[in-house]
Every structure is written in C-alpha cells, then in structure tokens.
C-alpha cells in the first residue's frame, strides 16, 4: 500500500497506484466503514455537515463513502493529480452522486489553495505526501468553520497480507523495505501547534482471512511487488526467490495460497478548529 517513505524512487510503480488504492479500499472495507463512521460521531449534531473536503482523495473511494453517510453534504475531492480526480469524477458518476462530488486539483502542501469554507475535512493516507505538511494543516485550519472537525487517516505500516506459515517472510521483506510501525508519521504534535484544539487519535485495525483468488490476491500480489522493489537488494537469494515465485504467475504465486491473512492498523487523528 501506498506509503510516503518509498515515493519518488518507484516511478514504475506508480502507475499501479490507482487499481491498488481501489483494491485496498475493498480490501479494508471495513476500516473505511469505521473511520467514517467516527467522523459522523465527532462531527457536531448542531449544526448540519453540508460541505466536506477529501484530501488527497486519490480515486475517491472515501469522497464516495463520505457523501453517502452525509446524504445532503457536497463533498469536494481535491487532489494534486488529475489523473486521480478524473477517477473520482468516474467513480462519483457511477454511484450516482456525481450532482454532489465535485474535483479540485490543488496542491495543500505547499500552496495556499482556496478550499472554500467547510464543515468536515478528511484526508486518507496522504499528508504524509505532502511537501510540508503543517502547512497542509494551516491551510485545513484556515478552510474549517470555527468548531469544523479535521479527520486525518494513516497507515501504521502496510498491512500484511501472506498466511500464517509466511509470517517471518512477510516479516523480513517488510523490515528490509523499511515498511514497519516505526515509519508511520505522527500528526499529533503538528496538529496542536497549527492550533487545531480535541486533537485525539484512535486505532483502526483489521485482522481476518480473504481468499487468496479474489481482490485480497490482487492486492496482495500488488503490495508484494511494490514493497519487494525496495526490498529485494536487501534480500537474501532465499527470500528473493520466494519473492519472485509469489509475485509471479507459478504455481506458487499469491494467488495459489488458498486463504491470505489480512491483518494491520490505522491510525485515525480527530481535531477541531476552535470554536
Ligand atoms: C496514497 S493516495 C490516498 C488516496 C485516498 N485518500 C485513499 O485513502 O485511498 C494519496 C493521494 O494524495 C494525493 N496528494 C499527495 N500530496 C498531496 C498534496 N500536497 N495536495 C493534494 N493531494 C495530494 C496524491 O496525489 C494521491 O492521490
């Protein structure tokens, strides 16, 4: 899955970025569940949600989620890439929500963007892209009305995905890409000094059996393949064959394992504009 620290040197990679984010928005359906569900909690029953911005809304698999559970909020997906948005656009046509999802390329990290005003500001696995990130939160501070919520989601490290007797693989290849908790950004002192007040943070976690021929095998095969482009020069011969069968299209691949073991966690930070 998609993590800051392996950007910029896996150009090749990126290309698979789109069908992975879909394929992990399937995949962890549940957290996406979860997580929106949090923000209709946090948000404020007073007053109504009827403008939120998804940011770094990649293929708008959120924007899409976001505008279901606020049935009458206009949800804007803003993204530094038009590819990207032009996927939401799709996505958004095809739910039926395209009158209420609209697209604004922008880039919240080192620009100073208008946003507009809104009630709700969520962003999914993507700040930790962003060129300056407390800038991001100032320009989010400065887009909220006064008590709007600011929901910021972020892998602790890619989920793993291989069954129970490759665990110490799977342990190995992600500690050779440097794909481990230790990676994961921390916003919870960024947020406070941009002057966001509530800062709290939650853990989103999934743990469960997928079958290896269906969207879990896909995913897996993607994951495998971009986590093992950074770490296979640090891998023994061993651990590179077995890498190379998994990802490829043998009898030993991914998608051969019968059942995958899908097991990770989120981290889900809550702030408000003061009041
Ligand atoms: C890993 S994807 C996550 C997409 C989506 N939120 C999800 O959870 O599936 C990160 C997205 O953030 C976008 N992004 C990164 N930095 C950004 C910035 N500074 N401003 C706007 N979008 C940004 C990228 O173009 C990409 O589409």
Redesign the pocket.
């Known amino acids: 899955?998609?993590h800051g620290h392996d950007h910029g040197h896996d150009h090749p990679q990126r290309a698979l970025?789109p069908r992975l984010?879909d394929l992990?928005?399937e995949v962890h359906a549940h957290l996406l569940t979860e997580a929106v569900a949090a923000v209709a909690d946090l948000a404020d029953g007073a007053v109504p949600v009827r403008r939120v911005l998804?940011?770094?809304?990649?293929?708008g698999?959120?924007s899409v989620a976001l505008a279901e559970r606020f049935s009458t909020a206009e949800v804007v997906a803003?993204?530094?890439?038009e590819q990207?948005l032009q996927r939401v656009r799709e996505r958004a046509a095809s739910a039926g929500l395209a009158d209420r999802v609209s697209t604004l390329l922008?880039?919240?990290?080192?620009d100073t963007p208008d946003l507009g005003r809104a009630d709700v500001a969520w962003?999914?696995?993507?700040?930790h892209?962003?060129?300056d990130p407390v800038r991001?939160f100032g320009n989010l501070l400065d887009a909220l009305r006064p008590g709007g919520l600011l929901v910021v989601?972020e892998m602790d490290a890619p989920s793993m995905v291989l069954p129970r007797g490759l665990a110490g693989f799977e342990q190995r290849l992600r500690d050779a890409a440097g794909a481990t908790p230790a990676h994961r950004p921390d916003w919870t002192a960024a947020l406070a000094s941009t002057g966001f007040d509530d800062v709290a943070t939650r853990t989103l976690s999934i743990d469960h059996d997928l079958p290896a021929d269906g969207p879990a095998g896909e995913y897996a095969a993607l994951e495998l393949r971009r986590i093992g482009h950074v770490a296979a020069p640090r891998l023994d011969e061993a651990d590179r064959s077995a890498l190379e069968d998994l990802v490829g299209d043998g009898p030993r691949s991914v998608r051969g394992l019968g059942d995958l073991w899908v097991r990770g966690t989120r981290t889900l930070w809550s702030a408000r504009r003061p009041g």
């Open positions: 899955m998609p970025l984010l992990d928005a998804d940011v770094g809304a990649g293929t698999t959120g803003v993204d530094v890439d990207m922008a880039d919240v990290g080192s962003s999914s696995m993507a700040l892209e962003a060129a991001a989601v």
